[in-house]
């Protein structure tokens, strides 16, 4: 199995990232990222309305130090609001299930525009109530800064830029045409008037400030959602050639070369016999279709039985039950996968045409591997080396002597749970080893 493919984007994984970065999914990714935005600003609603909920708890605690009356109609006014959070959280909740981009801007920028309005609502109640004196030092106008705040939740630098207008300006306008008038007769100082656009100076440094790194972060919001995307794709690119564990070590950088740990699997060796055959009497185009055929249902089958194809070996696969996840039951697991592949190879050549030569071989041993890393820092390969990989090859070959499509070693016979299942088959030699050994077949 190759953990680094050639997928005509350049062997260098930056230039390959950059390729896919670019590719026209781009779009999908702002569409993801809005509705992000959307989940945020339904759960930001949710948490204002438990702020304003406290702020009607603090009104009812002070109600003796700043009137009965104000404290009424401050917390009327925080009802009210409290009201239009919830009718936002619900409106947001049914334009997204919608999906109305349209209706959903319409709502975002007119719902700025009522937060912004409740703050110099809030100011003309306590210049009635309370007076010009009082409204003067009130800290009610510092809600105007929570507004400009409040408005960065959509991540929209225009919307930032929108409220801080709207709140200088109602400020000024409150301060000039409700207030002004009213101070030179308390013999308030000149430097009322410069106080007022002083705040209005903080709310504009506020706003600009907010507006940027607005902007910023929904930059750093898309290049995030772009790259999730990219990982993803990355990680669905790799699970096709290699494990999901195998996958995981080649995103964290965990997997080089010499890298091998010791593990007791059951291999699974699978031919195609008489390939050569195939394609001297076919079409080349027709012995790749009989390939690519066979190792997709060959593939959902082993992965099924919790295997993992360890590579492709022109016409026959090399699978491992135990490696690179631990299998308890790996045996049983390889077993059962090489009946079922013996089945779909029955299947297709009952269909006739190019698959009705198709035969396979299947030959299963069980014992100790070493699994790692084999190649150079620029390309690696994840394999499995040992004895039992060479004798699960040999017994492959074995079943076209004995005249059966699965054989098996006296030890991967020995870790089945359910020996009867299985019919012995003698004794026979193979290549590399001294001895005879004993063979078995399914029943």
């Not at 925080?78 to 239009?84: K, S, V």
């Not at 494990?243 to 890298?259: E, I, M």
């Not at 070693?409 to 590399?432: F, H, N, T, V, Y």
Request: with cysteine.
């Amino acid at each position: 199995m190759i953990v680094e493919p050639d997928t005509g984007l350049g062997d260098n994984p930056l230039q390959t990232a950059n390729a896919l970065a670019v590719m026209p999914a781009a779009a999908s990714d702002s569409a993801r990222l809005e509705r992000d935005i959307l989940a945020w600003e339904i759960a930001a609603y949710r948490t204002l309305v438990l702020v304003v909920g406290a702020a009607v708890l603090m009104l009812i605690a002070i109600r003796g130090a700043i009137g009965t009356t104000l404290a009424a109609a401050e917390i009327a006014l925080c009802t009210i609001t409290i009201a239009h959070f919830a009718l936002m959280r619900r409106g947001l909740e049914a334009l997204g299930q919608r999906r109305d981009a349209r209706y959903l801007e319409a709502l975002r920028w007119g719902s700025v525009t009522l937060e912004t309005t409740f703050t110099t609502i809030a100011l003309l109640v306590t210049l009635r109530i309370k007076g010009p004196a009082w409204t003067a030092s009130s800290p009610v106008v510092t809600i105007y800064m929570l507004g400009i705040v409040a408005s960065s939740f959509r991540l929209r630098a225009s919307l930032v830029i929108y409220a801080t207008v709207l709140s200088i300006a109602q400020w000024l306008v409150f301060y000039h045409v409700a207030l002004a008038s009213h101070l030179g007769g308390l013999g308030l100082p000149t430097l009322g008037a410069w106080a007022a656009w002083e705040r209005a100076f903080w709310m504009s440094m506020c706003g600009v400030m907010l507006a940027v790194s607005t902007h910023r972060l929904r930059e750093l919001a898309l290049a995030g959602t772009a790259q999730r995307r990219l990982r993803r794709h990355i990680i669905h690119e790799l699970e096709r050639l290699v494990s999901p564990d195998v996958a995981s070590r080649v995103l964290s950088g965990s997997l080089t070369p010499g890298q091998s740990e010791r593990r007791y699997v059951t291999v699974l060796f699978c031919d195609l016999r008489d390939f050569t055959a195939l394609c001297e009497r076919r079409r080349a185009e027709d012995a790749m279709a009989v390939l690519n055929a066979f190792y997709e249902r060959a593939c959902v089958i082993i992965r099924a039985h919790g295997g993992h194809v360890n590579k492709f070996l022109g016409d026959g696969l090399l699978a491992l039950f135990g490696a690179p996840e631990r299998h308890t039951h790996h045996a049983d697991a390889a077993i059962g996968a090489a009946r079922q592949l013996a089945r779909a190879a029955d299947e297709l050549r009952r269909e006739g045409g190019v698959w009705s030569d198709l035969q396979i071989g299947i030959g299963l041993d069980t014992g100790d591997v070493v699994v790692g890393a084999v190649g150079s820092p620029e390309r690696l390969e994840y394999t499995a080396i040992g004895a039992t990989v060479n004798r699960a090859a040999r017994l492959q070959a074995l079943s076209t002597t004995t005249g059966r499509s699965i054989v098996l070693s006296a030890r991967c016979a020995s870790e089945i749970s359910d020996p009867e299942q299985l019919l012995p088959l003698g004794e026979a030699r193979i290549k590399g080893v001294d001895v005879p050994i004993r063979i078995y077949t399914p029943r």
